[in-house]
């Protein structure tokens, strides 16, 4: 028996270090995450990494790996230095229900025939404007006869082919509509309604070095464009919104937020994913559907959406003005 419950002792340790060994690997793999699409990856599952670091620390000092458990700690603390930003909760300036704005973006998967439910979650949420990404031309007839009563202004680009339709359904008439392209042959669409610039974007999922290349480069020229709308139209505001392909633990995230002069709409602690590998299991999920508007603005209301057929959720904020 002794024999036995030394060997248990062996293999808990042993255990102990694989774990942190794989966490250590994990986490020193994030830090080159500005320059590899690899790095980046994994920095964008950070969330994942922390619950394994959390589990791992504890099973440590549970085996009394005191040493190890602090290896492990400082991992954790390696990832909530960059989340730290996400993770601090925003001041509410008043209730939902004075909000002037309500925005909401949607990416209902290309190959999603569900199209009631996508019309019953728009009608539910019922935004002032609403962004619909990777839009068929089926689903586009079908939301222009389902929504007309409520949405008569639209504009959009659907896209059978490929996951790079988009359009834009709104309560109120566009001043300005446009359609534009950044680096890629993907359409992105800009709107003026009631003196607010919205902006509709999806840029390539950087999954391999080009399409890394691809979304970083994608951000950069969209930072770049909002600056000068910003400097040419002072008296503006801006919202920008789609499935970005990046979480806000990417340093592309930050990069975004810092060359744009936008920033996330949110409130709370909102890292309920956006998007799921697989059925609707946090730990297979990832923030990528986001609303960055500009510091006219001010999210009183942020809200992730319910399955409607697409492995993203939809996005809706109600926002007010912080300025005359």
Not at 42 to 50: D, F, P, V
Not at 245 to 251: I, R
Request: glycine residues 8%.
């Amino acid at each position: 028996m002794p024999g036995l419950i030394d060997w248990i002792g062996k293999l808990a340790r042993f255990l102990a270090r694989i774990g942190v060994i794989a966490v250590l690997l994990g986490t020193s793999a994030t830090l080159p995450a500005r320059w590899f699409w690899f790095s980046d990856l994994l920095a964008s599952l950070r969330i994942q990494q922390l619950i394994a670091a959390g589990i791992t620390v504890l099973f440590c000092l549970l085996v009394k790996q005191f040493r190890l458990a602090l290896i492990g700690s400082i991992c954790i603390s390696v990832h909530l230095v960059p989340m730290m930003p996400e993770l601090v909760p925003a001041a509410v300036s008043g209730p939902a229900g004075n909000a002037p704005l309500r925005l909401m973006t949607m990416n209902v998967l290309t190959r999603n025939q569900d199209y009631q439910r996508v019309v019953d979650e728009i009608r539910q949420v019922d935004p002032d404007l609403v962004a619909v990404l990777e839009l068929s031309s089926g689903l586009n007839g079908y939301l222009s006869n389902g929504l007309a009563d409520v949405y008569p202004h639209a504009v959009s680009s659907p896209e059978d082919t490929g996951n790079f339709g988009i359009g834009v359904f709104s309560k109120r008439p566009f001043d300005e509509a446009r359609m534009f392209q950044l680096n890629e042959n993907i359409t992105s669409i800009e709107v003026v309604c009631d003196g607010n610039l919205i902006v509709a974007t999806h840029p390539l999922p950087p999954m391999g070095s080009r399409g890394f290349r691809s979304r970083n480069e994608h951000l950069t020229l969209l930072a770049e464009r909002m600056v000068r709308h910003r400097h040419d139209f002072p008296e503006r505001s801006v919202a920008v919104l789609g499935d970005f392909n990046v979480t806000p633990w990417s340093p592309h995230f930050r990069r975004f937020q810092r060359e744009s002069g936008l920033i996330r709409a949110k409130l709370g602690i909102a890292v309920m994913p956006t998007w799921y590998a697989r059925d609707s299991s946090f730990p297979f999920g990832l923030v990528l559907d986001h609303i960055f508007i500009s510091d006219s603005l001010r999210c009183v209301d942020y809200r992730v959406g319910r399955d409607v057929g697409s492995d993203h959720r939809s996005v809706s904020v109600a926002l007010t003005h912080t300025k005359s």
